[in-house]
């Protein structure tokens, strides 16, 4: 029986440089998902970024810079 191994998945990263501040925040969402990579960038803007609006054309800005990054999972 398998007790421990190693899995590769995909997460989706976005770094703060939409905003071109001087920012180093950044998020991952390891499950591989828009919404909630987008929901961190909101709450992150809201608090450190407020004079950037979160209108549809930004969010559209913001979501062309998610990357996709393959990584190491390991369990057990
Ligand atoms: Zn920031």
């Known amino acids: 029986m398998i007790s421990w191994g ?3 998945i995909m997460t989706k990263t976005i770094s703060c440089n939409f905003t071109g501040k001087d920012c180093s925040w950044s ?3 390891t499950r591989n998902d828009d919404e909630e990579l987008m929901s961190m960038v909101k709450e992150h803007v809201l608090a450190e970024h407020k004079e950037i ?3 549809s054309e ?3 800005n913001i979501k062309s810079l998610i990357k996709v990054t ?3 999972w390991w369990w057990g």
Do not use: H, P, Q
């Open 6 to 8: 190693c899995d590769i």
């Open 27 to 29: 998020a991952e969402s």
């Open 53 to 55: 609006e979160l209108n």
């Open 58 to 60: 930004n969010i559209a």
């Open 70 to 72: 393959k990584r190491f």
